[in-house]
């Protein structure tokens, strides 16, 4: 039977990137301009929402285990699952017993809309084919709860097909926001009091190729330079192959834009790039991102690396560690290799044992840590621009911001009163594996 009382209480889960997060803030302000009130996860609530990801095994079984988790909360409840599992494993979810509703990316954005039809005891599959979906869909986000950073994604889809990867067929073909349509946003962003926004998108590189007429994420980013709609500007990942000429001039003048770039790397072995159907070698992004640290000397990059794909033997990985040894980068974003039903290498030859991808995980997890203090150490007794955030760090008491170049800061001396501000600190020490800063500007 249809619910007939009002779903006052509505919480959501969010699992995997950016792009989900932003989605995610979408749906729960549509709901509150509705008059619903968004209530943790952790709460009871007449309706849970479970934005899944599917971009590996592990995060599919995260996403079954915290639909249950809400099921038990409360038996009564609708639930709702939407996002990538969602969209390419929705049989799977309507094994579980107590989901209400199914609900593809193409059904996203009418979430809001639909869960005053829903029936508690029925159970209601909206996932339809994906790929020809054209329009880019977002729903206007002005609040991100619990973050000082504001994303927006300005690109989804992607039309790449590596072959580990499913998002392709989660998400469908590569779509841009409008550039007025990103000024728009930024603007409303701004307005609402946010100091940076990170752009994101599924393949970000790609933004504009759709738009008629055509553009591209530099005449963007030159925009935005222009109209300034708020202080910092950060870019979520973007592929080696997109960083042009122009996109490094412009970050090397840029006042704007964050000296912060995140570059998949996946592999060092030209063998297993080209199997993973990579468009570089290992030599083109070593010579990248030399440039880049010539070029902009305060840099910080982050790698993506996927340890055991299939046909990684010894010497494959050997090339891969040695590689990053030689790279100047600052953080790595590790993952064991993920077979991915429907993709090439799921049914690859030479699939490597799980305890061998761990085991080499753990290898490049530890250079990673290294990498990370290596590279936070070069700024000790400098100054940087931090921007505050609310939240304070559980183990050191000390209330903590991101330097511009994406330098976790525990700040020695800050005030409440500093939240969402930009301030300059100087780098003074490290406690373990914490930067210790203190606030010499209010």
């Not at 009382?5 to 959501?12: E, G, K, M, Q, Y």
């Not at 550039?179 to 930024?186: A, F, H, R």
Request: a positive charge.
């Amino acid at each position: 039977m249809k619910s007939e009382r009002p779903l006052s209480r509505v919480a959501i889960a969010t699992l995997g990137c950016k792009v989900n997060q932003y989605e995610s803030a979408g749906i729960g302000e549509a709901l509150a301009r509705s008059g619903h009130a968004l209530v943790p996860f952790s709460e009871t609530a007449d309706c849970y929402i479970i934005n899944t990801c599917t971009v590996t095994a592990r995060t599919n079984y995260q996403s079954r285990q915290i639909i249950r988790q809400a099921i038990r909360k409360n038996p009564e409840a609708l639930i709702v699952v939407t996002g990538c599992y969602a969209q390419t494993a929705p049989d799977e979810i309507a094994e579980i017993p107590g989901v209400s509703l199914i609900a593809g990316h193409g059904e996203k954005d009418r979430i809001p809309d639909l869960l005053g039809s829903l029936e508690k005891n029925g159970r209601e599959i909206r996932v339809g084919d994906i790929s020809p979906v054209r329009p880019f869909a977002s729903l206007p986000v002005s609040r991100f709860q619990d973050h000082t950073r504001a994303f927006l994604k300005i690109q989804d889809g992607c039309n790449a097909w590596c072959r580990y990867c499913i998002i392709p067929s989660a998400r469908g073909r590569s779509r841009s926001l409008s550039q007025d349509g990103v000024l728009e946003k930024l603007n409303l962003l701004g307005r609402a009091g946010y100091r940076e926004a990170v752009l994101t998108g599924i393949h970000l590189g790609a933004y504009g190729q759709d738009l008629s007429p055509e553009t591209s994420l530099v005449d963007l980013l030159k925009r935005i330079e222009r109209e300034r709609p708020l202080e910092r500007l950060r870019l979520s990942s973007i592929e080696p192959t997109e960083i042009s000429d122009d996109l490094i001039s412009l970050l090397r003048k840029s006042s704007l834009i964050c000296p912060h770039l995140h570059i998949p790397l996946q592999s060092g072995d030209d063998a297993i790039l080209s199997g993973m159907g990579r468009q570089y070698s290992a030599a083109f992004y070593k010579a990248l991102l030399v440039d880049l640290e010539g070029a902009i000397p305060d840099l910080a990059i982050g790698i993506d690396v996927i340890a055991g794909f299939p046909g990684e033997d010894r010497a494959s990985f050997e090339n891969t560690r040695e590689l990053i040894e030689s790279l100047p980068v600052a953080y790595l974003h590790v993952f064991p290799y993920s077979p991915r039903p429907g993709t090439p290498a799921a049914d690859m030859p030479d699939q490597v044992p799980p305890d061998e991808k761990k085991r080499r995980a753990e290898i490049l997890r530890d250079l990673g840590s290294r990498k990370r203090e290596t590279f936070a150490r070069r700024f000790q007794g400098r100054t940087l621009q931090v921007l505050v955030e609310e939240r304070i760090d559980r183990i050191s008491g000390l209330r903590k911001g991101f330097s511009g170049n994406y330098l976790p800061v525990h700040l020695i001396n800050s005030r409440a009163s500093q939240v969402n501000s930009l301030i300059t600190v100087r780098l003074e020490g490290f406690e373990g594996t914490r930067i210790l800063g203190r606030v010499l500007s209010p």
